[in-house]
């Protein structure tokens, strides 16, 4: 249409007999044009609808235990990098705008989803043998979802599960775990808990009021009872400063994070089928947690492991942000100690988009790669985003500030589902840059709910920068 013709009703009206000459067609029968491409109707007149909108359904599961299941998503994968880089729309400049650290640390596509996609269809059609070269592309990299939530903006691929179908794949035909993941395995099978430790996993629990009955358990995890005991401490403090009554395992073990992570689900299941029984013995109508990474495997893996939904668990699962959040929300929760520093929160995977709730899915999928019945797909929004930002808002004296990369789009540093395990040079590299984001941000202090990035921005962070990482925890009691 010429620019001049927007304002000639001639050009509207011609449109409107075109409309008309349209509507005359036989294949439109009806009072309305029905050229909705899913009308049954619209096909050669003898009732037969047309073969480009009649693509017949396959059976279709979301499960990760059969790689096929996961062909459409990988097939359809545009090569956009849209994984890749966070959009413009949300982040100001280059700089610090890419999504993905394992593509950031080495450049090939294979590195990003784009690549482990074309990696999963040529394992799946047998073109592509596994080698020790395929094996670091597929396992050095968090799952951290962030290709995932991007993908599922523009399509609705299942771009974590193929990835986790990948690694379960791995395992199927005998060639992964790797080494370095075998021997935390083996501890963990050893000893039940990560790090192969023998001491008393409760050594941390003085000074702190635990009940031997509850409707509140606290489960605490390998690396805050090891590692971070005063996280575990400073949860059990904010729990009693709220007089809620919390009760701890008799004889608590490793969660199953790293396990499931690296695709062994018969023994990642295992692990989940203990702890859900352990807990639920207690009686425990809810389970707390301070540590991200028990969060998200206990709230979204163990239910896709035991093909229920989140809802069916027997408990509910809560990270300490929600319940001090809350509490602050609800004014029975007062911080009164002015601390002095300039913060951010640091969005961590498995708190944030990692996070919405599991429904299993067996339905078809059919013309567009439509599938029947629908369903609410995971867009990593339901993560908790909020809370720890209301806790940090009401810190006295604090200057609170973000992350250039923040929510949905945060940059993982790599320092948990095994990755920091097998591959510690990119923990290092992909945390070096998230401290590199925090310098150019003015950040004093980074603050995590993920005990495992706080560990790793201490370990590599440079003095000279003036830069330290606290828990949540910590901060909240710091501000008591
Ligand atoms: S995985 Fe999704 S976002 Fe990434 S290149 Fe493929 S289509 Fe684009
Ligand atoms: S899960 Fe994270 S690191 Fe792995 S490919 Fe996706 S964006 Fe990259």
Not at 164 to 169: F, M
Not at 379 to 392: H, K, N, S, V
Request: charged share 30%.
């Amino acid at each position: 249409m010429a620019r001049d013709d927007r304002f000639d009703l001639s050009v509207t009206k011609k449109n409107m007999e075109y409309a008309a000459e349209v509507a005359k067609d036989k294949r439109l029968t009806g009072d309305r044009y029905k050229l909705s491409v899913i009308d049954p109707e619209y096909g050669d007149g003898k009732g037969n609808s047309h073969g480009r909108y009649d693509t017949p359904r396959t059976p279709l599961e979301f499960n990760i235990e059969e790689i096929k299941n996961f062909k459409y998503d990988m097939d359809h994968c545009i090569k956009c990098k849209g994984c890749y880089w966070v959009e413009h729309t949300y982040n100001p400049g280059v700089k610090f705008n890419v999504r993905c650290p394992s593509n950031l640390w080495n450049d090939f596509d294979a590195f990003g989803a784009m690549g482990k996609m074309r990696i999963g269809l040529g394992v799946i059609d047998g073109s592509l043998e596994w080698s020790p070269t395929l094996l670091q592309v597929l396992y050095a990299c968090p799952l951290c979802g962030a290709c995932d939530v991007a993908c599922k903006r523009n399509l609705d691929l299942e771009i974590e599960l193929s990835l986790e179908s990948l690694r379960v794949k791995a395992v199927q035909d005998g060639v992964a775990p790797l080494p370095a993941h075998k021997t935390a395995v083996d501890k963990i099978i050893e000893t039940g808990n990560i790090y192969g430790e023998k001491s008393d996993r409760k050594a941390w629990a003085k000074d702190v009021k635990v009940a031997a009955k509850a409707d509140t358990l606290y489960y605490v995890g390998d690396n805050t009872s090891y590692k971070n005991p005063q996280i575990a401490q400073a949860t059990a403090t904010i729990l009693n400063k709220l007089g809620i009554d919390f009760m701890l395992l008799d004889d608590e073990k490793n969660d199953g994070n790293v396990v499931f992570s690296i695709g062994m689900v018969d023994l990642a299941r295992k692990i989940a089928k203990e702890n859900i029984e352990a807990i639920k013995a207690t009686g425990a109508k809810r389970v707390v947690v301070s540590d991200a990474e028990a969060y998200r495997v206990m709230k979204v893996d163990y239910p896709k492991l035991l093909n229920i939904a989140t809802a069916d668990l027997g408990f509910e699962v809560v990270h300490i942000l929600e319940i001090a959040a809350q509490a602050i929300e609800d004014g029975t929760l007062v911080l009164t100690t002015p601390v002095d520093t300039r913060m951010a929160y640091h969005d961590a995977s498995s708190v944030s988009r990692l996070c919405d709730d599991w429904t299993p899915y067996k339905g078809e999928r059919g013309w567009m790669g439509m599938i029947y019945p629908g369903q609410r797909r995971r867009r990593g929004r339901e993560g908790l985003y909020a809370q720890a930002r209301t806790i940090m808002a009401a810190v006295p004296g604090a200057d609170n500030t973000e992350f250039i990369r923040i929510r949905e789009n945060t940059f993982d540093i790599c320092a948990g589902r095994g990755t920091d395990i097998a591959f510690p040079a990119l923990t290092k590299f992909a945390t070096s840059h998230r401290l590199d984001e925090a310098k150019e941000c003015g950040i004093e202090t980074i603050v995590s709910a993920d005990p495992q990035c706080r560990d790793a921005f201490n370990a590599y962070k440079d003095p000279k920068d003036g830069i330290e990482a606290i828990d949540i925890t910590e901060l909240i009691v710091k501000a008591l």
